[in-house]
């Protein structure tokens, strides 16, 4: 076998090889919750989902009740549009977490509340403001 035959066999194995673990990685993930759907809250109350999704709504005004015995358990209603979801939540808080606050929420939907164990707070729009008027920006401050 001449050395241009080995180049082409040994670059052959390395694709091979690549194609091989992309389709094993994909088709057996370590984790189990990097493979979650984004599902509106229509979808979710709407079809019958029993595996983990994840959603985002507004969380409802007044709806956040906090357990008295487990200070990290808490329930509230997520608001998406016209449809409002109860969720029961058990972890810490982030601190952007209040009423009317942005919320992504990850979980199991059963029996009509939604069991979240992940939930995040988008960033506030106040810190969003400054960055779409162009016009505050101050470059002074900048030092090049």
Not at 34 to 55: C, G, K, M
Not at 86 to 102: C, I, N, S
Not at 121 to 143: F, H, I, M, P, Q
Request: net charge negative; glycine share 6%.
């Amino acid at each position: 076998m001449n050395s241009k035959n080995k180049f082409y066999f040994a670059i052959s194995g390395v694709i091979v090889v690549v194609i091989f673990w992309i389709w094993w990685a994909s088709s057996n993930p370590a984790d189990e919750q990097a493979l979650v759907t984004f599902l509106s809250v229509e979808e979710l109350i709407d079809e019958d989902h029993s595996d983990r999704v994840r959603l985002g709504g507004l969380v409802a005004e007044g709806s956040i009740h906090l357990d008295n015995n487990n200070y990290l358990s808490c329930q509230f209603e997520l608001k998406e549009g016209d449809y409002i979801l109860p969720v029961h939540y058990t972890g810490a808080r982030p601190d952007l977490f209040k009423d009317g606050a942005e919320v992504i929420i990850e979980g199991i939907y059963v029996n009509g509340l939604f069991e979240a164990d992940i939930l995040q707070t988008k960033c506030a729009s106040r810190y969003e403001g400054d960055l779409r008027d162009e016009n505050s920006y101050n470059l002074d401050e900048v030092s090049i």
